[in-house]
């Protein structure tokens, strides 16, 4: 069975630009959480999404923006790009709202230059 | 809110050595307590978790973990560790609002032969 899967695995952008970040869950799952890494960090949560609302969302600027879609992947968006926002993008996908077992991807490499 | 400390950046040990990386958290309500692994260039790996019951918790690759009340504490060992345990561990709480998980900044173990 097929994990998590992220795209792109690595993109580099300049600062003021936009990027959206893809993730395909678990067959099943219906929660998809994002999740920011800057190096030498601990993930830090930015969104939930369950049965396509959003549920939680961290301390994160409006310039951060998320959706799930009907077949449950998901799209994270970032506009105006800053140098601070490079980092490695997590997605994880449950089966419940609760984060009692997460299953990450690979993630999405963003450098902004 | 919830918050994670990991008391050890780095933890350098020998093959076969016994190995502890030492976590400890702090929050007002009950939490779920995780360990994570993160292997270079790869996402996270559940390895173990404490939802409720008996607080000694045994993982994959025979790790465990010990919840511990009073010293707000999750400590993972394993008896005798193999070059492949090298990677970066995190401990992540989750309470309250348990749709997302906190992370502590990681441990970097490294294992030499």
């Known amino acids: 069975d097929a994990g998590v899967t992220q795209s792109p695995t690595h993109l580099i952008k300049t600062r003021g630009q936009q990027v959206t970040l893809r993730c395909s869950p678990i067959?099943?799952?219906?929660?998809v959480s994002w999740y920011q890494q800057v190096l030498g960090q601990g993930p830090q949560f930015i969104f939930q999404y369950y049965e396509k609302e959003e549920r939680g969302r961290g301390n994160f600027p409006d310039r951060f923006s998320a959706r799930q879609f009907p077949n449950y992947s998901s799209e994270l968006n970032v506009n105006a790009l800053l140098l601070g926002d490079s980092a490695l993008y997590l997605c994880a996908s449950s089966l419940v709202q609760a984060a009692t077992e997460l299953f990450f991807g690979e993630g999405s490499r963003l450098t902004v230059l | 809110a919830q918050s994670v400390t990991q008391l050890d950046s780095q933890v350098p040990v020998f093959e076969e050595a016994p190995v502890e990386l030492r976590c400890n958290y702090s929050s007002s309500v009950s939490v779920y307590l995780f360990w994570y692994v993160q292997y270079p260039n790869q996402g996270l790996q559940l390895l173990l978790k404490y939802l409720s019951g008996s607080t000694l918790v045994k993982g994959i690759n025979g790790f465990e973990a010990e919840f511990n009340k009073s010293q707000t504490s999750f400590h993972l060992r394993k008896p005798s560790v193999h070059i492949s345990d090298t990677a970066e561990y995190f401990c992540?709480?989750?309470?309250?609002?348990?749709?997302?998980?906190?992370f502590g900044k990681g441990t970097l173990l490294t294992v030499n032969p």
């Open positions: 067959s099943g799952h219906k929660s």
């Open positions: 992540a709480v989750s309470g309250g609002s348990n749709y997302k998980l906190t």
